[in-house]
């Protein structure tokens, strides 16, 4: 197995600087009501979440409602604790020493890419539960909700859709993924050991990782498309209209799940992840929302991509 690839942050931040495009920002006082909604569409979704998933994990629920250049540097943040490999005590993320011009220009070359795939990302993404934040960190304290306020209001804008409901449905999709990572604590450290595996080992372990990574990534974001269609129309009266105009926008697929496609190039197989709704849909019809919570147990209780395709055959495996 070889070692993660050094990655020059430095250049990353600043290529990200310079790509990352500012937006039309509306007028001071629109701005701040918008993000006053953000703060209070936040508190009303953990409500409605932890209801719907019956699962109510400990942990600080702080949102951080953010521009763009913000995400982009929380995200440059995480992903240097990923590419700090914890077996290795040589700090990864480091730059190589002037002597080593090769791995000098890789690790430039690497960070110049990383910046330009946030900088890419930073106008669609809409939020994000940021579960590379504090890897290291006391389980409560792992974790944080990004909610990028110019995307959201200006794309729900260009869709024509009404401000506090489309609020609200962002709101419940990652505040879903906040209590799957809280009730499954081990579950970021082993998605980041997953992305570690996927970009050094061999060609056999790589596609293993960024198979259980598509598995993973489907379960969780089909989970949440399940919880916020869940919510209902008494909770978000235009939820069929925001559900029409945003699928065929084709856009909206979350943070973390873009991230990991682009760099890792398997965003193809990422792109599939709705599945993992008709997979959460089928557990739940055929074990209850107990029988589904199962996944969240522990590594062994993740699906295969075999299984995420055949729900019987996973319900079959994990019931006692």
Not at 34 to 60: K, N
Not at 106 to 131: E, H, I, K, N, Y
Not at 278 to 306: I, K, M, W, Y
């Amino acid at each position: 197995m070889s070692s993660l690839p050094r990655v020059d942050w430095a250049t990353a931040a600043a290529t990200a600087g310079r790509l990352t495009p500012p937006g039309s920002a509306p007028a001071p006082a629109e701005a701040s009501a918008v993000v006053a909604d953000l703060r209070e569409a936040s508190v009303r979704a953990q409500t409605y979440v932890r209801d719907i998933t019956r699962m109510d994990p400990p942990g600080q629920r702080r949102t951080y409602v953010v521009d763009r250049p913000s995400w982009v540097r929380a995200n440059l943040g995480s992903f240097a604790e990923v590419f700090t490999d914890p077996a290795d005590p040589a700090p990864r993320h480091a730059i190589a020493p002037p002597s080593v011009s090769v791995e000098r220009v890789r690790a430039v070359s690497t960070g110049a890419m990383a910046g330009a795939v946030l900088a890419a990302l930073s106008p669609r993404v809409l939020g994000q539960f940021d579960v590379f934040h504090g890897l290291s960190a006391p389980a409560g304290e792992r974790g944080r909700l990004l909610l990028v306020a110019p995307n959201i209001h200006g794309i729900g804008q260009r869709l024509g859709l009404e401000g506090p409901d489309f609020r609200l449905w962002v709101c419940l999709h990652e505040e879903t993924h906040r209590v799957q990572y809280g009730q499954a604590p081990w579950l970021a450290g082993h998605l980041a050991q997953l992305v570690r595996t996927a970009l050094t080992g061999d060609h056999r372990a790589a596609d293993a990782a960024t198979d259980a990574i598509t598995a993973l990534m489907s379960v969780v974001e089909g989970h949440a498309d399940v919880v916020m269609d869940e919510v209902g129309p008494q909770v978000i009266p235009t939820l069929r209209t925001i559900r029409d105009r945003f699928d065929k926008r084709r856009e909206g697929r979350p943070g973390l799940a873009r991230i990991l496609g682009r760099l890792l190039g398997m965003e193809k197989k990422l792109a599939q992840y709705r599945e993992g709704a008709v997979f959460c849909r089928s557990v739940q019809r055929l074990a209850g929302v107990e029988g589904f919570n199962r996944v969240f147990d522990g590594p062994d209780q993740l699906p295969t991509l075999g299984e995420l395709r055949d729900p019987d055959r996973w319900v079959r495996r994990v019931t006692p």
